[in-house]
């Protein structure tokens, strides 16, 4: 079995790495500059060119980061003279079912017996195979 390659060696001259260390680094340093309540409502996506990207979750975070530009700029030091804010929402969970599934009827069950004697043999197990969890009334 091959050793996993170490991500620096996959992307040479990149610094892959060094990169993220450097994010989370900075990411670190916005943190502690923002009020406390902000820290779970930010985070910093990336510094490019001199911008640091911040993505927020929502609209209300974005403009309370865009009122405290100043100190964020300041925190993160000469090497970031631009800032830009994204809003970016939390992929929301699949919400639970409201009602549990019920069994196709009875009727579909023999339904799907008889289509199932005229199909080739997977097709015919498969249907089966469904049928068997029709309703019995």
């Not at 790495?17 to 985070?43: M, Q, Y």
Request: charged letters at 30%.
């Amino acid at each position: 079995m091959r050793q996993p390659k170490p991500l620096d060696d996959l992307f040479p001259g990149d610094g892959v790495t060094d990169r993220a260390r450097r994010l989370a680094h900075a990411d670190g340093i916005l943190r502690a500059a923002l009020p406390e309540a902000a820290a779970p409502h930010v985070r910093l996506a990336n510094l490019r060119g001199g911008c640091a990207i911040l993505h927020a979750d929502s609209a209300a975070w974005a403009e309370r980061l865009r009122y405290l530009r100043a100190t964020i700029l300041d925190a993160l030091g000469e090497g970031v003279s631009d800032l830009q804010i994204r809003v970016v929402t939390p992929e929301s969970e699949p919400s639970p079912r409201s009602t549990p599934r019920r069994p196709p009827p009875e009727f579909a069950g023999r339904t799907l017996k008889q289509l199932a004697d005229h199909c080739e043999p997977g097709l015919a197990s498969a249907l089966r195979r469904l049928a068997r969890h029709a309703r019995t009334e």
